[in-house]
Nanobody, 121 residues
Framework: QVQLVESGGGLVQPGGSLRLSCVAS????????MNWYRQAPGKERQLVAS???????DYGDSVKGRFTISRDNAKRTLYLQMNSLKPEDTAVYYC???????????????WGQGTQVTVSS
């Protein structure tokens, strides 16, 4: 069973930085994409950033130029460096992996439990 555990969230002042991490454990045969989502109270979950197996990245418009997604395949870890944080970045941030547990399994989504990021003075 694939498990994802996020860490690195917390309270930060506007303009500050945080680095989120997500460690994947368990049986994983193929990782296709890894993504960061966020969900603010009363709002739908939105895609923040994604990274493919060959390192291609994409970002939501609201975070372009401020956030950077990266991954360390050897450590099975996904990162999100968040700079110039704004109050509107406040949300629970979720790590998502799209991949397959075995070579014969169909790829599916796996989710972490989320980590709270609060941007406030």
């Amino acid at each position: 069973q694939v498990q994802l555990v996020e860490s690195g969230g917390g309270l930060v002042q506007p303009g500050g930085s945080l680095r989120l991490s997500c460690v994947a454990s368990g049986s994983i045969s193929r990782i296709l994409t890894m993504n960061w989502y966020r969900q603010a109270p009363g709002k739908e979950r939105q895609l923040v950033a994604s990274i493919t197996n060959d390192g291609g990245t994409d970002y939501g418009d609201s975070v372009k130029g401020r956030f950077t997604i990266s991954r360390d395949n050897a450590k099975r870890t996904l990162y999100l460096q968040m700079n110039s944080l704004k109050p509107e970045d406040t949300a629970v941030y979720y790590c998502q992996l799209f991949g397959a547990a075995t070579i014969v399994s169909r790829a599916r989504d796996y989710w972490g439990q989320g980590t709270q990021v609060t941007v406030s003075s």
